[in-house]
C-alpha cells in the first residue's frame, strides 16, 4: 500500500530546504510553504530560491510533495484595480516559485466578493485565473481553496469551484483543495451524511481536479462561517467524522496538510502530525 502524504505548513526560515527538514522532523512527509510574508506584497526573489537544494532534500528526507500557499491579500473579486493587479502580480511570481521548486501548486483564497454575491463577480474570476495561467510556466499549477464564507468570501459553495474549473479550462494546471475547517464551517459535514462533503464532491464531480487536503480541526461550530483552526482533535469537527472523511478510497492519495495551530501555539507540531498518522491508519 502507497504510504500516504501528510504534511504540514512551515516556516520557510534559511530556506524552503530548511523547511523540509523541519517536517521531517516532526515527522512529516509532505510541505506548505508561503514564497514570502503572507501578509506583504513584495515576494522573495527567484534567484535567492535555490531549486537545487530543495530537490536534494526532498529526496533526502522524502518530503513531497511541496505546495505554496498565496499571501492572504489576494482578492481576484475586489472591484479596485490597483488590488487586482497587486493580487495578479504576486499570483504570477508564486506560480514562477511553484514551478521554480518543482512543486505541485499554489493553494490560493479568491478572495471576497465584498457583498456583491458570486454572480457578479464570477466573470472577472475566471478572466483573472485565465490570465495567470496564461502568463506563467506551463508546469506550474492553480488550485482554489474552499472558503468558509464570512464576509463575502468566495468558494464555501462548492458549485462555485464547479463552475470556475469548468468555465476557465485549465487543463491540469487548474485544480482545488479542500480545508476540512472551512467546510465544516460552511455547513458541509465530513461524515457520509446526505448532502455532506462527500456526497457533494461525488455530485459535482470533484474528485478528479482535487490536489490537496488541508486537514484542519475548527474552534467554532458547525455552519457558522467562521474560519478558526483548531489542532486535530481539540476543536469541534468530530473525530469519527474526520476519519471517515480522510479514509474514503477516493481520498487516500490525496496529499493532506495542516495548519493548524500547534499544541504550544507555535504551529503544526509533531503531536498534529501524530494524531493525522492515526486517524489515517498509519500507526494501526
Given at each position: 500500500m502507497q504510504t500516504r502524504r501528510i504534511g504540514a505548513h512551515l516556516s520557510t526560515a534559511g530556506g524552503v530546504e530548511k523547511a523540509i527538514e523541519r517536517a521531517h522532523a516532526i515527522g512529516a512527509n509532505a510541505l506548505q510553504v508561503f514564497s514570502g510574508s503572507p501578509r506583504m506584497w513584495q515576494r522573495t526573489p527567484l534567484?535567492?530560491?535555490?531549486?537545487?537544494?530543495?530537490?536534494?532534500?526532498?529526496?533526502?528526507?522524502?518530503?513531497?510533495?511541496?505546495?505554496?500557499h498565496a499571501l492572504y491579500l489576494v482578492n481576484l473579486a475586489s472591484d479596485n484595480p490597483?488590488?487586482?493587479?497587486?493580487?495578479?502580480?504576486?499570483?504570477?511570481?508564486?506560480?514562477?516559485?511553484?514551478?521554480h521548486i518543482n512543486g505541485a501548486g499554489v493553494v490560493v483564497h479568491l478572495g471576497s466578493h465584498q457583498g456583491r454575491g458570486f454572480e457578479a463577480v464570477k466573470f472577472d474570476l475566471v478572466k483573472h485565473i485565465a490570465t495567470v495561467l496564461d502568463q506563467t510556466p506551463v508546469n506550474s499549477h492553480f488550485l482554489i481553496e474552499n472558503s468558509a464564507g464570512q464576509n463575502g468570501k468566495i468558494a464555501s459553495d462548492l458549485t462555485e469551484i464547479r463552475w470556475l474549473l469548468d468555465q476557465v479550462k485549465g487543463g491540469e494546471r487548474l485544480g482545488w483543495c479542500f480545508d476540512t475547517c472551512h467546510g465544516f464551517a460552511a455547513g458541509l459535514s465530513l461524515n457520509s451524511q446526505k448532502n455532506g462533503a462527500l456526497d457533494q464532491l461525488e455530485n459535482l464531480d470533484l474528485f478528479d481536479s482535487l490536489r490537496c487536503l488541508h486537514v484542519n480541526d475548527s474552534r467554532d461550530e458547525f455552519d457558522t462561517g467562521r474560519d478558526r483552526h483548531a489542532n486535530i482533535g481539540e476543536g469541534n469537527i468530530p473525530t469519527t467524522d474526520l476519519?471517515?472523511?480522510?479514509?474514503?478510497?477516493?481520498?487516500?492519495?490525496?496529499?493532506?496538510?495542516?495548519?493548524?495551530?500547534?499544541?504550544?501555539?507555535?504551529?503544526?507540531?509533531?503531536?498534529?502530525?501524530?494524531?493525522?498518522?492515526?486517524?489515517?491508519?498509519?500507526?494501526?
Open positions: 534567484d535567492r530560491v535555490d531549486a537545487k537544494k530543495i530537490s536534494s532534500n526532498q529526496e533526502k528526507y522524502d518530503v513531497k510533495p511541496i505546495f505554496t490597483e488590488l487586482v493587479d497587486k493580487s495578479l502580480k504576486a499570483l504570477k511570481h508564486d506560480l514562477e516559485f511553484d514551478a476519519q471517515l472523511f480522510l479514509n474514503d478510497q477516493r481520498l487516500i492519495n490525496i496529499p493532506m496538510i495542516t495548519e493548524a495551530p500547534g499544541f504550544d501555539g507555535n504551529g503544526p507540531d509533531e503531536e498534529n502530525i501524530s494524531r493525522l498518522k492515526k486517524i489515517t491508519s498509519e500507526n494501526k
